[in-house]
T-cell receptor, first 109, second 117 residues
Framework: GQNIDQPTEMTATEGAIVQINCTYQ??????LFWYQQHAGEAPTFLSY??LDGLEEKGRFSSFLSRSKGYSYLLLKELQMKDSASYLC??????????WGAGTKLIIKP | GAGVSQSPRYKVAKRGQDVALRCDPI?????LFWYQQALGQGPEFLTY????????KSGLPSDRFFAERPEGSVSTLKIQRTQQEDSAVYLC???????????????FGPGTRLTVT
């Protein structure tokens, strides 16, 4: 079966750095996405990786290792508004997105 | 509007009632997706349209679920004879290109929270 694993919840301090890991086992791979979802709101796109390596976009970076079935999202200079769920999703061989359950990130002052 | 809109935002239905959920995608977007999201979980794929064609409905949980997009823009997800297990948030997303394009992203609507009592 297809499986995406990410931690259920993480806590970090304002101004610090946090890394959210995602491991996947899917039937085929056509890219990995990270989305942010605030409580009661729609997911919003953060990043896309299809090749191995690091993609940097402002305070957010995303890393991919296809051989290891592994990705992480790195958030720097954390702000209170970064408190949200972070969803990892993999596009499979049918080009459909398989979603993880999300990691709830709690930022403390 | 600039984004994906969905209506109603909240729907309470009695068990056995039929419901219809509407999605207005971003104008010009080719692809439209419906997802079901339970509390504390990621979205689960229901169905996918490319223009008016429903190319994948493998995620629809039963034949009580039906979706259409007759003119390739607005889409409706219909649930017949609702059951308590249908209670969830139903998300609609659209994207500019077809799913095989290399880096398309999906834009999500705010969702419809369905509660079946």
């Amino acid at each position: 079966g297809q499986n995406i694993d990410q931690p259920t919840e993480m806590t970090a301090t304002e101004g610090a750095i946090v890394q959210i890991n995602c491991t996947y086992q899917t039937s085929g791979f056509n890219g990995l996405f990270w989305y942010q979802q605030h409580a009661g709101e729609a997911p919003t796109f953060l990043s896309y990786n299809v090749l191995d390596g690091l993609e940097e976009k402002g305070r957010f970076s995303s890393f991919l290792s296809r051989s290891k079935g592994y990705s992480y999202l790195l958030l720097k200079e954390l702000q209170m508004k970064d408190s949200a769920s972070y969803l990892c999703a993999v596009r499979d061989s049918n080009y459909q997105l398989i979603w993880g359950a999300g990691t709830k990130l709690i930022i403390k002052p | 509007g600039a984004g994906v809109s969905q209506s109603p935002r909240y729907k309470v239905a009695k068990r056995g009632q039929d419901v219809a959920l509407r999605c207005d995608p971003i104008s010009g977007h080719v692809s439209l997706f419906w997802y079901q999201q339970a509390l504390g979980q990621g979205p689960e794929f229901l169905t996918y349209f490319q223009n008016e064609a429903q190319l994948d409905k493998s995620g629809l949980p039963s034949d009580r679920f039906f979706a259409e997009r007759p003119e390739g823009s607005v889409s409706t997800l219909k649930i017949q004879r609702t059951q308590q297990e249908d209670s969830a948030v139903y998300l609609c997303a659209s994207s500019y290109t077809g799913t095989s394009d290399s880096s398309y992203e999906q834009y999500f609507g705010p969702g419809t929270r369905l509660t079946v009592t």
